[in-house]
């Protein structure tokens, strides 16, 4: 289960800032290894404080929480990442605030699929849970036994779930200029899915990653090109220069 500080500095860098939000299950810590493989970048990584329970505004109790927490952190030129679950989170962060910086760029990374209920996954006993996530990617792989995983990660995944009520996540236009990053074999959240976000949120670009819906923990330098190849295209616009 989850433990220590909520907010968490991965990596001190100059002048460019990544924020990350974790997956359903995912700690502040899931990012570390991407974050080796970035340049020399501010990374901070956040996760939902012990035993949250969101009730049935989760979404954005939790948006509001982080808000709070990275309130000195939310500033550019860098990028707000939000893998999965942490995508829904970012997007409602987004909607939140009413001065986002604009030159803070958001990315949404195998973001949920939209307007989807959880109720059914979340009315599933402990092991069925656990099954289906793991059939669907949404859960990593850990390598542990499955009782310890039963016992240490199900409950955070359960509560992190839950976060997206039965209303699912309901995407729409930000202000700030929104990434689609995405795994080239993601079952969850597979590449045409991604294509149809891209439309209804009109991202400014859409990359994939290989690999399946975890890419972030399975090809972390991978995933750190793509945030790289994004902060490019971010330089490029305040400089008025084409991007490389």
Not at 157 to 186: F, I, N, S, T, Y
């Amino acid at each position: 289960m989850r433990a220590g500080p909520e907010r968490v500095v991965l990596k001190e860098g100059h002048s460019f800032n990544l924020i990350c939000l974790p997956f359903a299950g995912g700690s502040a810590r899931s990012f570390v290894r991407m974050a080796r493989y970035t340049p020399d970048w501010n990374v901070t990584a956040v996760q939902p404080p012990s035993g949250f329970a969101g009730g049935e505004r989760g979404l954005d109790a939790l948006a509001h929480f982080y808000l709070g927490l990275l309130a000195a952190d939310l500033r550019g030129p860098g990028i707000v990442f939000g893998h999965s679950l942490g995508a829904a989170v970012a997007h409602r962060m987004v909607q939140l605030r009413g001065d986002w910086p604009e030159d803070l760029h958001v990315v949404l990374s195998a973001p949920p699929v939209p307007d989807t209920d959880t109720g059914a996954l979340l009315g599933l006993d402990d092991r069925a849970l656990l099954a289906a996530t793991a059939k669907s990617g949404i859960l990593p792989d850990l390598g542990a036994s499955e009782d310890l995983v039963l016992r240490f990660l199900l409950p955070d995944l359960r509560e992190d779930l839950a976060v997206l009520g039965r209303r699912g996540w309901q995407p729409g236009p930000l202000a700030p200029p929104v990434h689609l990053l995405g795994g080239a074999e993601d079952l969850a959240c597979p590449p045409a899915t991604l294509a149809r976000l891209a439309d209804r949120l009109g991202a400014s670009s859409t990359r994939l990653v290989e690999g399946g819906h975890m890419y972030v923990l399975e090809r972390p330098a991978d995933t750190a090109g793509a945030l790289r190849d994004i902060s490019a295209a971010l330089a490029a616009d305040f400089l008025d220069l084409p991007a490389r």
